[in-house]
């Protein structure tokens, strides 16, 4: 834990709003398969040799990737990653419903618990480790997914037929009547050449309140999913500066829960990309607070690692904000510190970890963080000590989104 980690989580209390959340008992699934061979077995991942096919009382998520060229055959592949859970789970949320509606101080109401019901489902539906998923790419390639490990989630690095560079081809899971969620993925082409842009999402494109706990829950499982505004025009003119070829990557510490949730905020405000959120907390409410305040710098970074090996050559774009670890974890994409081991005196040293790939760091200083307390976040020597060695002209901190489009005109060197 960061030493802002450790600061934001005290003056905020967020353990005790962690530690007052309900129990969920992690209820064997409704087919009675949850046997202790199945659990065993489970730990084995995608060599698991007894995987279970998709039932009709199954959720399925298939989330949205980009493909890329293989870097030693050059054919297009891609990771896809489903989850599973159980649809007659989750039975007792309404007790659920009722704690996070107490704790909101919201008064009984249908329409708003509806809405908290509909958000918390899969944080309590049972999932269901050890599924495989029979899908089809566009039509014309089979692919068998999975099968999921321990937190049902499954990721396959697949080879895949090749589509022009800004494509969005569907990927459909083949299921039995009656299984619903995300049946659907979107595939986004990528060639290796370019620009690129990787973003956060909470309090960077969504206001979320990330330093705040009641704010979070507000803005997660009650308030609608709500734009900072003026970025959604930012990013649609970001789009038309380094073309619509490009991938987008939006990258949170939120968890994987949230994703059908956060998914249809992006359908709705920004462009086609892969949203990458966090696992830690899967079907774990009582850790669903701490996926935004704990080792978001290494989680992101580790991210970050892999989206560089999907396209290495890319000129990446990093947009996020101040209340979380972002200038941290993009300035270390920057540079890495190091030591030499056979000195007697360690010396520090620095080196560019992806020397030419991010061109442009924008970092969104969150002007109302003083109400929520940590004033210290948007203080100029935290983003100079973030970008120690990143050249000034590469990393800029805004406040309003207007001063972003000549800043990203003259880094693209085109004009919109």
């Given at each position: 834990?960061?030493d802002?980690?450790?600061?934001?989580?005290?003056?905020?209390?967020?353990?005790?709003?962690?530690?007052?959340w309900?129990?969920?008992?992690?209820?064997?699934?409704?087919?009675?398969?949850?046997?202790?061979?199945?659990?065993?077995?489970?730990?084995?991942?995608?060599?698991?040799p007894?995987?279970?096919?998709?039932?009709?009382?199954?959720?399925?998520?298939?989330?949205?990737?980009?493909?890329?060229?293989?870097?030693?055959?050059?054919?297009?592949?891609?990771e896809?990653?489903?989850?599973?859970?159980?649809?007659?789970?989750?039975?007792?949320?309404?007790?659920?419903?009722?704690?996070?509606?107490?704790?909101?101080?919201?008064?009984?109401?249908?329409?708003?618990?509806?809405?908290?019901?509909?958000?918390?489902?899969?944080?309590?539906?049972?999932?269901?480790?050890?599924?495989v998923v029979?899908?089809?790419?566009?039509?014309?390639?089979?692919?068998?997914l999975?099968?999921?490990?321990?937190?049902?989630?499954?990721?396959?690095?697949?080879?895949?037929?090749?589509?022009?560079?800004?494509?969005?081809?569907?990927?459909?899971?083949?299921?039995?009547?009656?299984?619903?969620?995300?049946?659907?993925?979107?595939?986004?082409?990528?060639?290796?050449?370019?620009?690129?842009?990787?973003?956060?999402?909470?309090?960077?494109?969504?206001?979320?309140?990330?330093?705040?706990?009641?704010?979070?829950?507000?803005?997660?499982?009650?308030?609608?999913?709500?734009?900072?505004?003026?970025?959604?025009?930012?990013?649609?003119?970001?789009?038309?500066?380094?073309?619509?070829?490009?991938?987008?990557?939006?990258?949170?510490?939120?968890?994987?829960?949230?994703?059908?949730?956060?998914?249809?905020?992006?359908?709705?405000?920004?462009?086609?990309?892969t949203?990458?959120?966090?696992?830690?907390?899967?079907?774990?409410?009582?850790?669903f607070?701490?996926?935004?305040?704990?080792?978001?710098?290494?989680?992101?970074?580790?991210?970050?690692?892999?989206?560089?090996?999907?396209?290495?050559?890319?000129?990446?774009?990093?947009?996020?904000?101040?209340?979380?670890?972002?200038?941290?974890?993009?300035?270390?994409?920057?540079?890495?510190?190091?030591?030499?081991?056979?000195?007697?005196?360690?010396?520090?040293?620095?080196?560019?970890?992806?020397?030419?790939?991010?061109?442009?760091?924008?970092?969104?200083?969150?002007?109302?963080?003083?109400?929520?307390?940590?004033?210290?976040?948007?203080?100029?020597?935290?983003?100079?000590?973030?970008?120690?060695?990143?050249?000034?002209?590469?990393?800029?901190?805004?406040?309003?989104?207007?001063?972003?489009?000549?800043?990203?005109?003259?880094?693209?060197?085109?004009?919109?």
């Amino acid at each position: 834990m960061s030493d802002s980690e450790r600061k934001t989580r005290k003056e905020r209390d967020f353990h005790d709003t962690e530690s007052s959340w309900p129990n969920i008992r992690a209820d064997p699934a409704s087919d009675k398969r949850a046997t202790l061979t199945n659990d065993l077995l489970s730990h084995l991942g995608q060599w698991n040799p007894f995987p279970q096919q998709i039932t009709a009382n199954d959720t399925l998520w298939l989330l949205d990737n980009t493909a890329y060229r293989s870097p030693k055959t050059n054919e297009w592949q891609a990771e896809f990653v489903a989850a599973v859970f159980d649809q007659d789970s989750g039975v007792e949320i309404s007790t659920v419903v009722a704690d996070v509606a107490a704790k909101l101080g919201i008064a009984k109401r249908d329409a708003v618990e509806a809405t908290i019901q509909e958000r918390l489902m899969p944080f309590v539906q049972t999932i269901l480790p050890g599924r495989v998923v029979n899908a089809e790419f566009a039509q014309k390639e089979t692919l068998k997914l999975g099968p999921g490990g321990r937190n049902a989630i499954s990721s396959d690095i697949k080879s895949i037929p090749g589509f022009d560079s800004g494509s969005v081809v569907s990927t459909v899971a083949r299921v039995p009547q009656g299984a619903n969620g995300i049946l659907e993925g979107k595939t986004f082409f990528a060639e290796p050449e370019g620009w690129g842009l990787i973003s956060d999402i909470d309090d960077t494109i969504k206001i979320t309140q990330t330093s705040d706990p009641i704010g979070i829950l507000r803005s997660t499982f009650v308030s609608e999913a709500t734009p900072i505004q003026g970025m959604p025009e930012l990013y649609t003119y970001i789009q038309s500066l380094i073309s619509k070829t490009s991938p987008f990557f939006y990258l949170s510490a939120s968890p994987y829960n949230l994703y059908s949730f956060l998914s249809q905020f992006r359908q709705k405000f920004y462009p086609q990309g892969t949203m990458i959120l966090r696992d830690a907390s899967w079907m774990n409410l009582s850790g669903f607070l701490s996926s935004f305040t704990l080792g978001t710098q290494e989680y992101k970074v580790d991210r970050m690692v892999k989206i560089n090996s999907w396209v290495p050559r890319r000129k990446m774009i990093c947009i996020g904000d101040s209340t979380q670890s972002d200038p941290e974890a993009y300035g270390e994409m920057q540079v890495l510190p190091i030591f030499y081991p056979r000195t007697l005196i360690l010396i520090r040293v620095r080196f560019r970890k992806f020397p030419g790939w991010v061109h442009l760091i924008l970092i969104r200083k969150v002007t109302d963080i003083a109400a929520i307390g940590i004033d210290e976040k948007n203080e100029p020597k935290r983003f100079e000590k973030a970008f120690d060695s990143v050249p000034n002209s590469v990393w800029h901190v805004f406040e309003s989104p207007e001063e972003c489009y000549k800043i990203l005109s003259d880094v693209t060197g085109n004009k919109s």
